[in-house]
T-cell receptor, first 114, second 112 residues
């Protein structure tokens, strides 16, 4: 069966510090991968998605970036965090093009920028 | 620009009652409409989904009603239970990457 792992689960970072959140999917190949952000009490905003290694699409301009160095690995990064970057970050995947619509979410990473 | 509008923002229902959450969309490129359930501190989980060529889909106590001409869809939870208390998100899928656009969410509280 397929599983998604996301870490770290929680982190507190000072303003201006770098960020790296990592996500891996097991049990599938060539997945579509996604990063979403959820601000406290708000909906989910799509940040980035990827349909393959090295292929990243950005939905919202900001100081975050994403990379996909391996087929089932997706990384969210920032060089300098802002207070407004605080939120609940969710990695998600689906089976890829022509293989279904269902998107599965990880358990999320809580980021507090202080 | 909010492409999927969801209401109400919060909903309180007595145990055994019916919970109804409504969504409307604008983008006719959307071609798949899932509902997600999210408990505090957890990632959203798929609850039920519908394609636009179907007007209704039922799975257990959960039913989606879909009105393509009005570009509206709704979630009905029959016999609501305290364990259904969660945040519910409607969503719509588009594009070759099947990316989801979410509504703003409805916090459902079912009183015992």
């Amino acid at each position: 069966s397929q599983t998604i792992h996301q870490w770290p689960a929680t982190l507190v970072q000072p303003v201006g510090s770098p960020l790296s959140l990592e996500c891996t999917v097991e049990g599938t190949s060539n997945p579509n991968l996604y990063w979403y952000r959820q601000a406290a009490g708000r909906g989910l905003q799509l940040l980035f998605y990827s349909i393959g290694i090295g292929q990243i699409s950005s939905e919202v301009p900001q100081n975050l970036s994403a990379s996909r160095p391996q087929d089932r690995q997706f990384i969210l990064s920032s060089k300098k965090l802002l207070l407004s970057d605080s939120g609940f970050y969710l990695c998600a995947w689906n089976k890829g093009r022509f293989a279904g619509n269902t998107i599965y979410f990880g358990e999320g990473s809580w980021l507090t920028v202080v | 620009q909010q492409q999927v509008k969801q209401s109400p923002q919060s909903l309180i229902v007595q145990k055994g009652g019916i919970s109804i959450i409504n969504c409307a969309y604008e983008n006719t490129a959307f071609d798949y409409f899932p509902w997600y359930q999210q408990f505090p501190g957890k990632g959203p989980a798929l609850l039920i989904a519908i394609r636009p060529d179907v007007s209704e889909k039922k799975e257990g106590r959960f039913t989606i009603s879909f009105n393509k001409s009005a570009k509206q869809f709704s979630l009905h939870i029959m016999d609501s239970q305290p364990g259904d208390s969660a945040t519910y998100f409607c969503a719509a899928t588009s594009g070759s990457a099947r990316q989801l656009t979410f509504g703003s969410g409805t916090q459902l509280t079912v009183l015992p």
